[in-house]
Structures are given as structure tokens and as C-alpha cells.
């Protein structure tokens, strides 16, 4: 079914089973840089579920370019750790790598003993938001052998091949970069020297290594900065590195301050494959795409189209550590998704917290989140079939209980269908596809335009209940919010009315800010009219961009706080309110709405009374527990469970794995 893209390769002499690879992102499971149980459970899973290669990372080569979060290989005493690794990855099939790492001016001064970061140059980083010290060339020296060593210490653990990181904007993209490297000795300046920093590494491992073992290295497809190092130099680069003794090619996007987003489902799938594509075409050593190929499909295509010859599957294994075992299987629509939300990742690792999956609660507790079967099976009766439930449902039959689900729409996924609308949300429906697989998988039965009342339950008289009963819009009780001209956000994002050419949205929370971006978003140019009058010239370029960011609704927030944004996730604030400018939508703060009577919306600010009049206000304040079941259900007498926004509203993932975890206590 996927034969490229199961086929084996050969990178140097080694011998990969398919072209399937985790690659190297930070998890933050510990704070001392060492190995512990909780990384050794998790990169098992990942290599049970069949991928190619494992890589472990990133790994740091000397403290100051890593700190305290990351793992590191910079003493001979983490070796032993690191063989418990390698022999728990192999013994499940996968070949163990390991990425080594530095960060140069992306260090952070409180993640390294508030030590000054080093730097091929003294320019501020936005990133770290400090100024490193410049590298004196006696740094650089030592620099170069800690990677060098490092590289040494992972064969000795039996790693099967290492990766350097020349991407992200870490030390060696800085090297690369003319824009961070502005040295006027042997290291700077002219190609030749900003690329020699990397070429003596390298060199040297190869030496130190032998020819005969693997080395790969990640760069990126185009920083995506401006006045870096473009997708019109990088080839070039690539050239050197396999000149040099590297034998594979990870090729991701740019930097991790480019204004670009290259992981969040903003992304189009696939999209930086072009970038590996390009390098591809440069060399002749095996080539990997990266960001964003989330389906068998996808990356059989990269494969079969020359694009790459090999996939990683990053966050998308984090999601579903059986996504090659399902792809061999012939079993892709059982694939529990990855839908770049970035929650559980990236935001987290933001946060300086461990990493978890807002879709696969067992993601970061393998050990801990154990499904075991039963001795006693019970009858269990699951109120409603949004993703609480379903996931409640799921986890229970795999347990060996006998399963039932009611729910009162004729189709599952709850609200599911109303986050999954606004541009660039549609991912989120990924979930209904995966959950439909698995009820099919599963035989249970759902109870479709059923609504439970206590009369159902007495008759039904299962052995425990799972309430998930979710939530409804909560309506503040403002001056004509029955207005006809009156809608809530749910309305807005469920059933997408006509709507006046000014339009108010009440609330500047995730939900209202999703809702004015939906709403800017109409009347605009799709994608498809884009291309058929970019590709015939048909209309100027900068027309083209009014009629892609200019719709039939102008939109205006209203929020009480002092700024906008709250429940919006750390690491994709900046595209939301990006795209909001695009779109032209403003935003009043601090602004207390009083009355919406007839559409004319009455707020106090500064304290001032204001009056703008619209021709639709939404209202979008956040939501409220529906507790129809709940409040009665004690009266039963039997055993339950209240779960997702049933118990508070709150974010999708409390609702997975709040429905995960009520079925493994029945």
C-alpha cells in the first residue's frame, strides 16, 4: 500500500528498514541532563511503532550550549544511560540515533547558571533575549572538540549514527548565518569562512568516527529571516557537508524566531518538502523531509515524487507512536492524529514544561497510563459522543467492558464541529475521522438523536456511567442580547449566517478572537482563485493580497481585560494576532460592554460611555457546564463519572484525557 515508503535504505553502510524517522525534539522529561525512566518508556513506545530510525535529542556537547534541560552526552558517565537507550531502541527494531546539540546565542543566561551564552558574534538574540559573548577562536577550538567528543562517547553507547543540529537558529546556523555571523577572521565574512566552522567538525568526527559510520545533519530549507541565508544559498551549503563526510540530509524549515510558522496547522501539510526537494536536488546522499507530513498518503508521495527519500514523523509520532506499524498494516485511517495544535509540544516546552499530546493522553506517561483488560467486565453507559466520551468509550472496551454511547445530535464529535471552523482550525476534524475508525474498530454501539434522561439510565441500569455532557455558550446578561441582530459564537462557527458589513464580537478570549478571524475571513479569495490568477498574471500581485485579507465584515473586539488573547496558546498568540492585522480586525480593550439593544453596542472605557452602532454583535464570553444528567444522576445509585466540560469548561485535552482516565478508574 505505501511501498516507497516502506522499502528499506542505506545511509553510509547502515542498512534503515523503512524510510520512517523520529526525529530529535525536545521533551523536557528531565532537569539534571540525564536519562531516566520516564525517557526510556517513551522512546520504547516510539520504537515499538515501527519507525526507521529513532533519534534521540537534542543532546547537548557542553553545558553552556544546552543547560539544565537538556539532555546531555558531555562525560564519559553518561554513556551507561545512554546504552540502556540504544539497547531498548534496538531491541524493538529501530535503529537508535542521537542528535547532538548546541545553542549558541539561543542559550538562555537563567538555563545555564545565568552564564553570559556564547556566539559566534556580540549581537543581541530576540530569542533568548540576551547578548552573548563573541567566541574567541580558542572557544571555538573547544567548541568543535565537545562536539567531536560528544559524537565519540554516542558510538561508544552504541548509537548507530549521529546527527549535528545546523538548523533552528542554533550555534552553527549562526556560523552560516551573515546576518549573526559578522567576524572579520578565518570563521567570518565569505562563504568559505562561515561555512568552516561546521566543515571542521565534521572532518574531524569523520576521522574520529571512521568512514564506515553514519553521519547526518540537520539544516535548514531556508532560514526564513531576513538577510539570512535564503533556499538560494543553502544548496551550496548542503554541497559542503557531504564533501565534508556527511552521509544523510534532514532538511526542516528556518529559524525559531522567523515569522513564519512552520509547525502549527497554519502550515499546509508538507509544505517545507519543497525546501528537501531543493537540497535533493543538490547531492547525492539521502535527503529528509520534515514539518508537517502527518499521513502514510503524504509521505508516500514525498517519496514516490522525489521530494525526499526519507520522512520524519515528529510530533505526529508523539500523537501515535503506531503510525508506521499502521501504515504497514494497511490500517492509516486508525492513525490517531497529530493536528499541530502545538498545546502539548511546543507550548509546553515554552512553558519550560514536560512535553505531553492533547490527543494521545498516554503521550509522556507510557509508564504510568497502562490499558490492562479486565477481570470483570461491566456494562458501561457513556452520556454523550464529543471527544470525551468517545475517548472514555474507546479506553473502556479496550479494557474488555461492554460499551454504549448516547448521544443527542445524530453525529459524534460535540463541539469538535464548531472548533474545527475557523480558517485554518479544519485539522481539528481529523479527530472525528479517527474516532469513527475506532468505534468501527471496536463494535460499540452510539445511540444517535437520543436524548438520556434518568428514566433511560433506570432502564438501561448499567454497572457506571461516564457523563460528558459538554458545555453550551454562556450568555451574559447585557441590555439586547435577544436581539435578533444577536448571535453567539457558536452560532457564528455552527450554522455561518449572513451577516451586515459591521460586525461587534464581544469577548477577546481564544474563542472570540477565533470567531472575529472566522468572520474577517468571509467574502475573501480562496486559495484555489489565488493560484488560477497568480499562475495567468492575471491581477497584480498586491492586488491580489486586498482581495485575499479584504472580506464583505468589518470586525471590531470588545474586551473587558487590558489585552486580548487569554486561553490562546504561547507559541501560535503571535500568528492569531498576525492574521487578525491582516484582516483588519481591531480591538477595543478595557472595555466594558453595557447594552447591544438593536446592535448599537454601549461600553464604557476610560470612563467614558461610547455608542458605535453594527449590524451584527456576537457574543462570544466564554461557555457554561451542561448538567441535565449530572446534577440527578447521585439519586441512581450507581457508580459514575462527570468528565471534559461536564466538570468545568475547558480545553480539548482536559476532555480526552479527562474521558481516558475516568475509564481506566472503573
Known amino acids: ?3 516507497n515508503l516502506l522499502s528499506p535504505i542505506k545511509i553510509n553502510k547502515l542498512t534503515i528498514k523503512n524510510r520512517t524517522a523520529y526525529p530529535s525534539l525536545g521533551v523536557l522529561f528531565s532537569l539534571d541532563r540525564k536519562l531516566n525512566n520516564r525517557y526510556y518508556n517513551y522512546f520504547q513506545e516510539i520504537a515499538q511503532g515501527g519507525a526507521g530510525i529513532v533519534t534521540v535529542g537534542p543532546v547537548g556537547v557542553d553545558f553552556i550550549g544546552s543547560g539544565l534541560l537538556t539532555m546531555a552526552i558531555d562525560k564519559d558517565e553518561y554513556i551507561p544511560s545512554f546504552q540502556k537507550m540504544t539497547n531498548i531502541i534496538k531491541k524493538e527494531g529501530a535503529s537508535p540515533w542521537i542528535q547532538l546539540f548546541h545553542a549558541g546565542a539561543y542559550s538562555h543566561p537563567m538555563m545555564i547558571d545565568n552564564k553570559t551564552p556564547k556566539a559566534p558574534s556580540k549581537i543581541y538574540s530576540s530569542y533568548s533575549r540576551t ?11 573547544e567548541t568543535q572538540n565537545a562536539f567531536v567528543q560528544a559524537a565519540i562517547r554516542a558510538k561508544e553507547a552504541g548509537f548507530e549514527g549521529v546527527e549535528i543540529i545546523a538548523s533552528a537558529g542554533y550555534l552553527i546556523t549562526q556560523f552560516l548565518s551573515p546576518l549573526k555571523n559578522q567576524r572579520t577572521d578565518g570563521y567570518g565574512g565569505s562563504f568559505e569562512n562561515r561555512v568552516r566552522f561546521p566543515s571542521e567538525i565534521i572532518k574531524t568526527m569523520r576521522e574520529k568516527l571512521g568512514d564506515d559510520y553514519p553521519l547526518g545533519i540537520r539544516m535548514a530549507g531556508n532560514d526564513l529571516v531576513a538577510r539570512s541565508n535564503t533556499d538560494s544559498e543553502m544548496p551550496a551549503i548542503a554541497k559542503v557537508y557531504e564533501a565534508c563526510g556527511i552521509d544523510v540530509i534532514n532538511v526542516t524549515g528556518g529559524w525559531h524566531e522567523s515569522k513564519v510558522p512552520q509547525l502549527p496547522m497554519e502550515l499546509p501539510r508538507g509544505t517545507f518538502s519543497f525546501f528537501a526537494q531543493n537540497i535533493k536536488k543538490a547531492v547525492s546522499i539521502p535527503v529528509m523531509a520534515s514539518n508537517r507530513i502527518t499521513t502514510p498518503f503524504e509521505a508516500e508521495n514525498i517519496i514516490k515524487d522525489g521530494f525526499a527519500d526519507m520522512v520524519n514523523l515528529g510530533r505526529v509520532l508523539i500523537a501515535d507512536p503506531e503510525w508506521p506499524n499502521k501504515a504497514k498494516q494497511g490500517r492509516p485511517e486508525e492513525i490517531r492524529p497529530c493536528v499541530g495544535c502545538n498545546q502539548g509540544c511546543t507550548d509546553q516546552i515554552f512553558s519550560g514544561s514536560p512535553v505531553f499530546c492533547l490527543g494521545n493522553p498516554r503521550a509522556g506517561f507510557e509508564g504510568e497510563r497502562v490499558i490492562t483488560k479486565t477481570d470483570s467486565p461491566k456494562n458501561v453507559l457513556v452520556v454523550g459522543a464529543g471527544v470525551g466520551g ?15 454511547i448516547y448521544e443527542k445530535d445524530d453525529e459524534i464529535g460535540g463541539q469538535l464541529w464548531i472548533a474545527g471552523t475557523p480558517p485554518h482550525k479544519q485539522e481539528l476534524l481529523e479527530f472525528v475521522r479517527y474516532y469513527r475508525a475506532m468505534l468501527n474498530k471496536h463494535e460499540i454501539s452510539v445511540q444517535f438523536n437520543t436524548i438520556v434522561t434518568l428514566e433511560l439510565l433506570k432502564e ?15 450568555v451574559p446578561p447585557i441590555e439586547g442580547v435577544d436581539d435578533p441582530c444577536v448571535y453567539t459564537s457558536w452560532d457564528i462557527l455552527r450554522d455561518n449566517p449572513k451577516l451586515g458589513e459591521k460586525v461587534a464580537v464581544i469577548g477577546g478570549g481564544a474563542v472570540g478572537l477565533e470567531t472575529a478571524h472566522f468572520i474577517a475571513s468571509k467574502g475573501t479569495m480562496s486559495p484555489e482563485v489565488l493560484h488560477f490568477l497568480f499562475r495567468y498574471d492575471a491581477v497584480p500581485v498586491e492586488r491580489l493580497r486586498e482581495y485575499v485579507f479584504s472580506g464583505t465584515s468589518k470586525v471590531t473586539v470588545f474586551e473587558m481585560l487590558a489585552k486580548t488573547g487569554a486561553g490562546v496558546g504561547k507559541s501560535t498568540k503571535w500568528i492569531l494576532f498576525g492574521n487578525l492585522d491582516k484582516y483588519n480586525v481591531e480591538s477595543n480593550t478595557s472595555a466594558k460592554v453595557l447594552s447591544v439593544k438593536k446592535g448599537l453596542v454601549r461600553f464604557e472605557t476610560e470612563g ?7 449590524d451584527n454583535v456576537v457574543i462570544a464570553s466564554g461557555s457554561k457546564s451542561v448538567k441535565k444528567v449530572s446534577d440527578k444522576i447521585e439519586a441512581l445509585g ?8 461536564g466538570v468545568a469548561p475547558r480545553q480539548l485535552n482536559d476532555a480526552i484525557h479527562g474521558g481516558f482516565l475516568a475509564a481506566l478508574e472503573i
Not at 479496550?398 to 454504549?404: C, F
Request: glycine letters at 6%; a negative charge.
Open 131 to 141: 547578548e552573548p559573548d563573541e567566541m574567541t577562536i580558542e572557544e571555538i577550538k
Open 390 to 404: 468517545l475517548e472514555a468509550a474507546i479506553t473502556a472496551k479496550k479494557q474488555g467492558h461492554n460499551v454504549e
Open 608 to 614: 467614558k460611555i461610547i455608542e458605535e452602532q453594527f
Open 460 to 474: 438501561k441500569n448499567p454497572d457506571h456511567i461516564i457523563v460528558a455532557e459538554g458545555a453550551e455558550p454562556l
Open 638 to 645: 450507581i457508580p459514575f463519572s462527570v468528565i471534559g466540560d
Open 1 to 3: 500500500m505505501f511501498e
